[in-house]
């Protein structure tokens, strides 16, 4: 039996499309067929990268007495939780009410009208103890919706109203004065001092947490607050999560000491951890950040990209059939690689014995393989002496069946990735990534919007489609934001305004003052976020924008708007800070003012030396500004006496304009 997925562009769907499952799309067909038939919806999300997706998918997907029971039973509906992350975010929370946990392949079946009543994860072939297998699950739901249908409409009923209590806040509350300093006391708490990072086994990257911290000592001088984001990024950057030979980073550690990494690479965490890295080296200076930056660019750039400039979404874990097949190491291999020499140096660096150090995370048995990673955090692990060996390594490993490429470019991940690169180019005063940046969100703008000037989700193969969430927007926007901070071509302000309109039309709730997920009316219902996970929500995001064009475009009613999203989800920020330190993290931007300097004529080179003295200062430059120079805000930012002058804005409120920068400079050396 063929499926409905050939003429999907998802890698995710694709991979199903000869699965003798009658998969279909998520569609109006195959829930108009499950009315018809009366049969209950099996609905299966994940991604094309996903490892436990893969096992699934050949345990049982491929297998037919399992697709038998499945095409007999169910209508059977496959989603790329990449391709529609509203559908995923919904039924993930589903899941996490039902279960108490996520993950992916993310199982929810439900009635034809969308309304879940049971959900899961991997379920295996065969039963195994605290686990259905799909042979006994799928016999069971079925007999239920036949003689127990009743029972399974009541809990329906249930199930949507933890849905919606689940979607809905407290009571707004405005963010206490002292919640950086709460959030101080508990990431101390949390704290792993010997490994770095923030929890147990499986740790995450969670760049974000980073921000916050940096963004807290760069404020308060706070040394705690530094040395918990210095050993964390040090650890993942001599970890096995950091590919020390192709470079970048994989999805997270499985075990707590970032030795043992699931293996895919995807390109949020590119994109978060260049902003994480980037902060970092502007404090400290330190070459081995550099050095991160430099080479997860190269990554990016070498095998994220092909002849456009976006960036595809992801490479898998597998190859070969095998989690890391293409990223660990023999001890022989090394040995007929390597000359005993640089064998020698490199084991003097990375813990490589014959015996292998990795372990297999479901077998917890030894491979024989070896992982690359450094204990010492104080070794500079790119030295002169090593870098001949990776690119020996790495010419070796090319030759190796590689991990599958999810080419797909989504709009939002590259919106993070935009804002990530722009971040290096300020941090390392490079050219070649601001140019990155700007030929990314070029492309974005000239391909991934409609006729009517929205913007589309997802380009794959010459075609763009899927209308954008606002994951997009928001995740887009934001990039704008930072490419505009580096470039100040207000070019990039403009779209990001334009676009943000369209977000206060598509998504805003005007009745809680917080922005939906999506606008698509093939949902339940309409979901709002709040909570940081491995991507920041949209409305921590959108917080974020509305704070800084508030600043940039110098208008008050959107820094009211910005003050209202965050009251109403202040009481859950209170409640667990920890989780949403990508809101605390901007919440730390505004504290620091927003330094703007507005100049009616150019600066010279030299007056742009000596504003070097305040970090992250914006210059406005109204003689190279021709869409700021329009807007009522900056009619009254006049030249006096036709000279150069100079009007210096913070905190929302600006100083008395100077003709002179000496007079500028001294009162700015006393902020």
């Keep these: 039996m063929s499926n409905h997925l050939s003429s999907e562009l998802s890698p995710y769907l694709l991979q199903h499309q000869h699965n003798p499952v009658d998969w279909y799309p998520w569609c109006d067909e195959a829930f108009e067929k499950a009315n018809a038939l009366d049969r209950p919806i099996f609905l299966s999300i994940g991604y094309a990268t996903c490892h436990w997706c893969h096992v699934m998918e050949h345990e049982s997907f491929e297998d037919n007495d399992v697709a038998s029971l499945m095409n007999n039973t169910f209508i059977n509906i496959k989603v790329d939780r990449e391709e529609r992350p509203d559908i995923d975010h919904l039924y993930m929370s589903v899941c996490q009410i039902l279960t108490g946990a996520g993950g992916w392949p993310l199982t929810i079946i439900m009635t034809p009208d969308k309304r879940p009543f049971f959900a899961g994860t991997y379920f ?66 949390a704290f792993d001092s010997q490994y770095g990072g923030f929890s147990t086994a499986p740790k995450f990257p969670m760049p974000h947490q980073i921000l916050f911290l940096l963004r807290y000592y760069k404020r308060t001088q706070n040394e705690s607050a530094l040395s918990m984001a210095l050993t964390t990024l040090d650890a993942m950057n001599h970890g096995g999560i950091y590919d020390h030979v192709g470079f970048g980073f994989h999805r997270y550690s499985t075990d707590s000491s970032w030795k043992t990494p699931h293996f895919e690479k995807m ?40 002849e456009t400039p976006g960036f595809f979404s992801a ?87 590689r991990p599958s490429l999810d ?49 589309l989700h997802r380009y794959k193969d010459g075609s763009a489609g899927i209308s954008g969430t606002a994951f997009d927007y928001h995740y887009f926007i934001y990039g704008l934001l930072n490419l505009y901070q580096c470039s100040m071509n207000d070019t990039y302000l403009n779209h990001a305004l334009r676009l943000f309109k369209q977000t206060q039309n598509r998504f805003w709730d005007k009745t809680n003052q917080c922005f939906y997920l999506s606008d698509n009316d093939d949902l339940i219902i309409k979901q709002h976020d709040s909570y940081d996970g491995a991507l920041p929500c949209v409305n921590s995001v959108a917080y974020y924008n509305l704070l800084h064009l508030s600043a940039y475009l110098h208008d008050p009613s959107l820094y009211a708007q910005a003050q209202s999203l965050s009251t109403y989800f202040g009481s859950a920020i209170e409640r667990y800070p920890l989780g949403y330190t990508f809101w605390l993290a901007t919440q730390e931007s505004l504290f620091a003012g927003f330094p703007i300097l507005i100049t009616t004529h150019s600066l010279t080179d030299s007056q742009k030396k000596a504003l070097r003295i305040i970090e992250n200062l914006v210059i406005q430059d109204l003689s190279q500004a021709p869409f700021l120079s329009t807007l009522d805000s900056f009619q009254s930012f006049t030249a006096i006496a036709e000279k150069q002058t100079f009007y210096f804005c913070h905190n929302f409120k600006c100083e008395k304009p100077t003709t002179k920068i000496s007079e500028l400079l001294s009162y700015l050396k006393k902020e």
């Design 267 to 306: 390109l949020y965490d590119q994109a978060l951890l260049l902003s994480a890295y980037a902060l970092a080296y502007e404090i400290t200076k330190k070459q081995s950040y550099k050095d991160t930056i430099k080479n997860t660019i190269t990554y990016l750039t070498r095998d994220l990209q092909a």
């Design 124 to 189: 295996p072939k065969q039963s195994f103890p605290n686990r259905p297998g799909m042979l006994e699950l799928i016999p069971t739901v079925g007999e239920a919706w036949i003689n127990q249908r009743s029972n399974i409409l009541k809990s329906t009923q249930t199930i949507m109203a933890g849905l919606i209590e689940h979607n809905q806040q407290q009571v707004p509350q405005s963010l206490s004065s002292d919640i950086s300093e709460k959030t101080i006391r508990l990431f101390e708490q």
């Design 315 to 401: 490479e898998d874990a597998d190859s070969e059939g095998e989690e890391g097949r293409f990223y660990v190491w023999s001890y022989a291999e090394l040995s007929t690689i390597l000359t005993p020499q640089e064998l020698t140096l490199l084991s003097s660096f990375f813990e490589i014995t014959k015996e292998g150090n990795y372990i297999d995370e479901a077998t917890h048995q030894s491979t024989q393989q070896t992982i690359l990673h450094c204990e010492a955090y104080d070794k500079n692990v790119y030295t002169d002496t090593l870098i001949p060996i990776y690119e020996k390594l790495f010419t070796y490993r090319n030759q190796r069946f």
């Design 407 to 455: 080419d797909k470019i989504l709009t939002d991940w590259n919106g993070l990735t935009i804002a990530g690169l722009a971040q290096a180019s300020k941090a390392l005063q490079s050219p070649k990534y601001q140019r990155l940046a700007t030929e990314c969100a070029d492309f974005i703008l000239s391909t991934l919007v409609d006729t009517s000037g929205h913007l």
